[in-house]
């Protein structure tokens, strides 16, 4: 069984910077794709940003040049580094992992990311 924590949110001031880690335990040898998604409050849940075994990323055209995924060797570790933030990043981010390319399978418990204007 796969076990996904977050960690790294925390309040910012618009322009600066933060780095979000998700941990994976148990059954990584299985994960295929590995991303971060958020929810700000009232709005529906939103893919960031995503990254595959292989080492592919993908972003949402709202992060691009601004947020870089990557990830340790083993999938044990991603990284979201987040920069120049926006009012607008501020939500409750969640790391999750994809065993088959298709749904996201195992979910983090999610880290608040505040960014004051």
């Known amino acids: 069984q796969l076990r996904l924590v977050e960690s790294g949110g925390g309040l910012v001031q618009a322009g600066g910077s933060l780095r979000l880690s998700c941990t994976a335990s148990?059954?990584?040898?299985?994960?295929?794709?590995m991303g971060w998604l958020r929810q700000a409050p009232g709005k529906q849940r939103e893919r960031v940003a995503t990254?595959?075994?292989?080492?592919?990323?993908n972003y949402a055209d709202s992060v691009k040049g601004r947020f870089i995924i990557s990830k340790d060797d083993a999938m044990n570790t991603v990284f979201l580094q987040m920069n120049d933030l926006k009012p607008e990043d501020t939500a409750v981010y969640y790391c999750?992992?994809?065993?088959?390319?298709?749904?996201?399978?195992?979910w983090g418990q999610g880290t608040q990311v505040t960014v004051s204007s």
């Open positions: 990254i595959t075994e292989s080492g592919s990323t």
């Open positions: 148990g059954n990584i040898l299985s994960i295929k794709v």
């Open positions: 999750a992992a994809d065993y088959d390319y298709s749904t996201w399978d195992v």
